[in-house]
């Protein structure tokens, strides 16, 4: 059986691995580690295609123990069970090297099942996966755990590994000479995305589908790899890490003013087709970071999200864009979330105190004689509509919540304010 070209050009050796310089490069910590042939228990986080995997088989060749690789989505606690069982064989007098591909999809009790021998040295766990370890990872594995993040590979990293791929195709065929356009290999780089076994798998598809010419050569063109790759392939899960990630960066851009990145990340989060995301996020944005500062922004914005809602993908864009760099390009305020989170922290942490009396309902029989609404002053009674009473409790009479942002709406409320007390 011929291995696919992704596996028979996997390093064997730390130096020969693209990317991860921040953990592999020279004197960096998961360098030392392996090096040092002393493996600890160890998690391996990051999207698809950045060498978790080849850097635990290569940490599997540095240390004495049996090697044992299991993939969480088909494993189960029996084939667990038959690796404890061979635990206190001849063979594996020091103890076992587990590989855990993908362990986000092993349950708490698969997980615990390892805990026991993982806490006494039988087991070293290398655990591999592309989900948020804090999200799905039981905690005490977690503890006793290093975490290592894996990031997508740059375009001079998926370069680099092609041309290498490319050397070892030729061997494969009895060094038949293979020939590409300039940017084939930057092409596949880029629309890869980061991933190194997506850029493998279509220069392998490219070079066996490829036309060889008189001369015997197979020549790759820009023309064959674009037929190959039919559309670039974002990393993205509506249930995973990089949905939060992406929906985040959309905020924060809109949040910062910067209507270029904020529709950058609604295009992300439109070509993955999650609408719902979108909308929801686009009227959290309107109250959370605009709020006062632009009143109608959220009317603007419910009115877009509606469309978007009525008349679906792909049309949809067009009000989702709309409302995006409405938001990017509008004065910012946060008073309003920093009002209502202050309540609420005080409703949770604080004696409150009751409703003074004269706020209480008094539109019932003798609720005079128990004192409801005695004092109550009615302030359309009053100049400018107001009179000064207390409407807090007595145990929070003087705090405040709301303070005004700096911006012309709401110069203009404290303006407002200031007048009605005379003040």
Same mark, same amino acid.
């Given at each position: 059986?011929?291995? !696919?070209?992704?596996d028979?050009?996997? /390093?064997?050796?730390l130096?020969?691995v693209v990317?991860?310089e921040?953990?592999?490069?020279e004197?960096?910590?998961?360098h030392?580690i392996?090096?040092?042939?002393? @493996?600890?228990?160890? %998690?391996?986080?990051? !999207? /698809?295609? *950045?060498?978790?995997?080849?850097?635990? +088989?290569?940490?599997?060749?540095?240390t004495?123990? *049996?090697f044992y690789?299991?993939?969480?989505?088909?494993a189960?606690?029996k084939? @667990?069970k038959?690796?404890?069982?061979d635990? +206190?064989?001849l063979?594996?007098?020091?103890?076992v090297?587990?590989?855990l591909?993908?362990?986000?999809n092993?349950?708490k009790?698969?997980q615990?099942?390892?805990?026991?021998?993982?806490?006494n040295?039988?087991?070293?766990?290398?655990?591999s996966?592309?989900?948020? /370890?804090?999200f799905?990872?039981?905690?005490a594995?977690?503890s006793r755990?290093h975490?290592?993040?894996?990031?997508?590979?740059?375009?001079?990293?998926?370069?680099?590994?092609?041309?290498?791929?490319?050397e070892?195709?030729k061997h494969?065929l009895?060094?038949t000479?293979?020939?590409?356009d300039?940017?084939?290999?930057?092409?596949?780089?880029?629309v890869?995305?980061?991933?190194?076994?997506k850029?493998?798998?279509?220069?392998e598809l490219?070079?066996y589908?490829?036309k060889? +010419?008189?001369?015997?050569? @197979?020549?790759i063109t820009?023309? *064959?790899?674009?037929?190959?790759?039919?559309?670039? %392939?974002?990393n993205?899960?509506?249930?995973?890490?990089?949905?939060?990630?992406?929906?985040?960066?959309f905020q924060?851009?809109?949040?910062?003013? #910067?209507?270029?990145?904020?529709?950058?990340y609604?295009?992300?989060l439109?070509k993955?087709?999650d609408?719902?995301?979108?909308?929801r996020r686009l009227?959290?944005?309107?109250?959370?970071?605009?709020?006062?500062?632009?009143p109608?922004?959220?009317?603007?914005?419910?009115?877009?999200?509606?469309?978007?809602?009525?008349?679906?993908?792909?049309?949809?864009?067009?009000?989702?864009a709309?409302a995006?760099?409405?938001l990017?390009?509008? /004065?910012k305020?946060?008073?309003?979330?920093?009002?209502i989170?202050?309540a609420?922290?005080d409703?949770d942490?604080?004696?409150?105190? #009751?409703? !003074?009396l004269?706020?209480?309902?008094?539109h019932?029989?003798?609720?005079?004689g128990l004192?409801?609404g005695?004092d109550?002053k009615y302030?359309?009674?009053?100049?400018n509509?107001?009179?000064?009473q207390q409407?807090l !409790?007595?145990n929070?009479?003087?705090v405040t919540?709301?303070?005004p942002g700096k911006?012309?709406?709401?110069d203009q409320i404290g303006?407002y304010?200031?007048?009605?007390?005379?003040?």
């Open positions: 059986m011929v291995k !696919p070209l992704a028979r050009i996997r /390093p064997s050796t130096e020969d990317g991860q921040h953990l592999l490069g004197n960096k910590i998961l030392r392996l090096s040092s042939g002393h @493996i600890t228990n160890m %998690i391996f986080y990051g !999207p /698809p295609g *950045t060498g978790k995997t080849t850097v635990a +088989n290569i940490a599997a060749k540095i004495n123990r *049996t690789k299991l993939n969480a989505t088909n189960s606690v084939d @667990i038959e690796i404890i069982n635990l +206190n064989t063979m594996n007098t020091d103890g090297l587990l590989y591909d993908e362990i986000q092993f349950n009790k698969q615990q099942s390892l805990l026991e021998y993982i806490e040295g039988q087991i070293t766990l290398i655990a996966t592309t989900e948020n /370890p804090y799905y990872i039981y905690n594995i977690l755990s975490i290592f993040e894996f990031k997508l590979l740059s375009k001079h990293n998926i370069i680099q590994a092609l041309k290498r791929a490319v070892i195709v494969d009895n060094d000479c293979i020939k590409y300039e940017d084939v290999l930057d092409y596949i780089a880029e890869s995305n980061g991933d190194l076994r850029a493998i798998s279509t220069l490219a070079i589908s490829a060889v +010419n008189d001369e015997g050569v @197979i020549y820009l023309d *064959t790899i674009q037929e190959c790759t039919q559309k670039k %392939i974002l993205y899960d509506k249930s995973g890490d990089s949905h939060y990630d992406i929906l985040s960066a924060k851009s809109i949040r910062g003013s #910067d209507p270029d990145a904020a529709i950058h609604l295009a992300r439109i993955a087709g609408l719902i995301s979108i909308c009227l959290v944005i309107a109250s959370e970071d605009i709020g006062i500062a632009y109608n922004a959220i009317s603007i914005v419910k009115s877009c999200v509606d469309a978007a809602m009525q008349v679906g993908l792909p049309e949809a864009r067009i009000n989702l709309q995006t760099l409405i990017a390009t509008a /004065p305020s946060n008073s309003v979330i920093t009002a989170d202050a609420l922290n409703i942490t604080k004696d409150i105190g #009751d409703i !003074p004269h706020l209480k309902d008094a019932y029989e003798g609720a005079s004192g409801r005695v109550y302030p359309h009674h009053f100049k509509n107001y009179v000064e409407y !409790p007595d929070l009479k003087n919540y709301y303070i911006n012309k709406v709401e303006q304010q200031r007048l009605i007390k005379n003040k």
